[in-house]
């Protein structure tokens, strides 16, 4: 239970960035939903999910990297292994990095058939325009 003391405190301090950071792309695609909407297109409005629905799953692909790193940074920093700490975080970036190539390629190959599956057929022209 909660007891307020300096721990508490501290997750609070570390706790409420992380859910800020969690908020960015649900907040960045319902304000993208705000000004599709108001084209008054009902495709376009399609065609926009369809591509946020892409985007979005990306997203959780690429979030997973800091979920693994954290535990060994935190695991190496209670040991005082200060070379750990740095070997940990040099994966981090190579592997952000690899999957980001890896990640863009595809999505630049296979946006098309991407959100064919995901959408409606006839809004590819607006996900391809919003996607791009």
């Given at each position: 239970?909660?007891?307020?003391?300096?721990?508490?405190k501290?997750?609070?301090?570390?706790?409420?960035?992380a859910?800020?950071?969690?908020?960015?792309?649900?907040?960045?695609?319902?304000?993208?939903?705000?000004?599709?909407?108001?084209?008054?297109?009902?495709?376009?409005?399609?065609?926009?999910?369809?591509?946020?629905?892409?985007?979005?799953?990306?997203?959780?692909?690429?979030?997973?990297?800091?979920?693994i790193?954290?535990p060994?940074?935190?695991k190496?920093?209670?040991?005082?292994?200060?070379?750990?700490?740095?070997?940990?975080?040099?994966?981090?970036?190579?592997?952000?990095?690899?999957?980001?190539?890896?990640?863009?390629?595809?999505l630049?190959?296979?946006?098309?058939?991407?959100?064919?599956?995901?959408?409606?057929?006839?809004?590819?022209?607006?996900?391809?325009?919003?996607?791009?």
């Amino acid at each position: 239970m909660p007891s307020g003391d300096a721990l508490d405190k501290k997750i609070v301090s570390l706790a409420l960035p992380a859910v800020l950071s969690f908020l960015i792309l649900p907040i960045a695609q319902a304000t993208d939903l705000f000004w599709v909407g108001r084209m008054g297109e009902a495709l376009a409005i399609a065609g926009q999910a369809s591509a946020n629905q892409l985007y979005s799953t990306l997203s959780w692909v690429t979030n997973t990297i800091p979920t693994i790193t954290v535990p060994v940074v935190a695991k190496a920093r209670a040991a005082g292994d200060e070379a750990a700490i740095q070997d940990a975080l040099g994966e981090a970036i190579f592997i952000s990095g690899v999957l980001g190539i890896v990640c863009t390629a595809m999505l630049f190959r296979f946006q098309r058939p991407a959100l064919l599956a995901i959408g409606n057929p006839k809004a590819i022209s607006f996900a391809m325009a919003y996607g791009l």
